[in-house]
């Protein structure tokens, strides 16, 4: 058996490789690559799940990276107890061949209480009074204390949020890939894990908030080149193999669809007022989606409403698919946890949660980075509100209300869907935006397009040292 280290890179595909990149280049052209085709729906939560387990969503159950749990009448968005996913990953494979088989996972999704020997993953801290303290959360305990003395605190502004990607007092634009390398680095000299999962994001922030076009993105992918190129070297000295991949890539969007508020117009949405703001009622709803960048699972309470529903979705502009019980077979996602039909956008455009008709009305965690309250995905918490005057003074002000114990909403946050420049979740047209797998031996005999449930087998190949 041989060790291997896999470097998650968020956002890289084929067509960002080159003058930007030179230490991928070199390590592409030293070993060889394959794109692969997206995981269905390409979202983080799901495509990891396709690589660690090899199965997909019909069979693991990570339809995306949340879902309304009808058991609850609740929506939930990143979830981390690894139980959720409903198949054997990697590392419990691998050890029923090789009982002392050890895997640090680092920032991978479904951290916590996995049977992963070494993982951290971002966790705050919530008091009971209200207040919320950025942390993270490790196993072995004693990890959590003992990295933050070397590294510092984890730059958790910069994991998400409009400080991510961008030149803050948090931090700099790649602060949070460049803390989890090193968290790789500090867990291999530690503990020499048979296998390390390592979660680079920051290229993934301003593909989302300029697009995939914009000049300001090869800064990005310099940022990025660097922290990989000095893994890679990390690593080599230390005898581990090294595979790089990615999740999926970004494709240039200028079109958001709401489906929640053509949902509304006809009556099937329940809306309940509270103290003046609009909440959305799921169990109330006969019909809701629950979106999540260019996928939207929708589901039907009122099942004489199935046909209507589907009619209309189609006939919306900027959907290319609607997924029935059928076509959800077909792609992969035949799941419980899936919507009754499953909305796919085309490359230009994606969904909202948005319900409300009147910005007056919105929910105050919309004004918010509030990714467990929002019943779906929110891109547009990677902005500030361009309408604030002085948003540092605001930001200054919400601070020190915080600190001096006061209760306080970071109410920084548009809601202009129209900011949005990138999205990812549909399988796009062009395979330059495919992710990638560059390591020894992928692609032998040519091949050039992988499904990303061989990339599970892939990595046992190298751990193997087939």
């Known amino acids: 058996m041989k060790r291997l ?34 995981a269905f729906p390409a979202l983080t939560c799901t495509a ?17 990276n949340g879902w309304y749990h009808r058991e609850l009448a609740e929506v939930h968005f990143w979830k981390q107890a690894n139980s959720v ?17 050890t895997c640090a996972k680092l920032f991978w999704w479904y951290n916590m209480y996995s049977s992963a020997d070494f993982s951290i993953t971002p966790r705050p801290m919530y008091p009971a009074d209200g207040r919320k303290f950025f942390d993270i959360y490790s196993s072995p305990y004693e990890i959590r204390s003992a990295i933050k003395q070397e590294l510092g605190e984890f730059p ?5 949020g409009p400080a991510a990607g961008q030149q803050t007092p948090q931090g700099a634009p790649d602060a949070v890939s460049k803390w989890i ?11 020499q894990p048979d296998l390390n999962l390592i979660y680079l994001p920051h290229l993934d922030y301003n593909l ?3 697009g995939p076009n914009d000049p300001e993105i090869d800064k990005d992918y310099e940022r990025l ?22 999740e999926y890539g970004i494709s240039a969007v200028s079109r958001p669809i709401h489906l929640n508020r053509e949902f509304r117009k006809r009556g099937w949405l329940t809306v309940k007022e509270e103290l003046g703001l609009e909440m959305l009622d799921c169990g109330q709803s006969r019909v809701f989606a629950v979106a999540d960048h260019q996928v939207c699972h929708i589901y039907i309470n009122d099942v004489s409403l199935a046909g209507e529903v589907r009619s ?155």
Request: net charge negative; with cysteine; glycine share 8%.
């Open 208 to 210: 989302q908030r300029l």
């Open 225 to 246: 080149d660097a922290i990989v190129g000095d893994l890679i070297q990390f690593f080599d000295s230390a005898g581990v193999q090294v595979c790089v991949l990615s």
């Open 5 to 38: 280290a896999v470097i998650n890179a968020v956002g890289l595909c084929s067509a960002n490789i080159g003058r930007s990149t030179p230490h991928i280049q070199r390590y592409l052209e030293r070993v060889s690559s394959c794109k692969i085709r997206p």
């Open 85 to 101: 996913v409903r198949s054997e990953k990697i590392w419990d494979v691998m050890r029923q061949t090789y009982p002392e088989f």
């Open 48 to 64: 990891q799940s396709n690589y660690l387990t090899g199965r997909t969503p019909s069979q693991h159950g990570i339809v995306a």
């Open 312 to 466: 209309l979705v189609e006939g919306l502009e900027g959907v290319a698919n609607v997924l029935d019980a059928t076509a959800k077979g077909q792609w992969g996602i035949e799941h419980e946890r899936a919507g009754d039909l499953v909305a796919v956008s085309e490359d230009d455009a994606w969904f909202t949660y948005y319900y409300w008709l009147d910005d007056e009305r919105a929910p105050d965690f919309a004004r918010c980075v509030d990714i467990h309250r929002k019943p779906g995905y929110d891109p547009v918490e990677l902005f500030i509100d361009p309408k604030i005057s002085f948003p540092k003074l605001k930001i200054a002000w919400r601070l020190l209300q915080k600190k001096m114990g006061f209760r306080m909403l970071m109410d920084l946050i548009p809601l202009d869907a129209g900011l949005v420049k990138g999205s990812h979740g549909n399988c796009p047209q062009s395979e330059e935006e495919y992710p990638i797998l560059i390591a020894p031996g992928a692609g032998a005999g040519n091949r050039e397009l992988m499904e990303s449930t061989e990339v599970f087998g892939e990595m046992r190949r190298l751990l193997e040292g087939a």
């Open 156 to 160: 958790f502004p910069t994991f998400w």
């Open 181 to 191: 390398a090193e968290s790789a680095k500090w867990t291999e000299k530690r503990y």
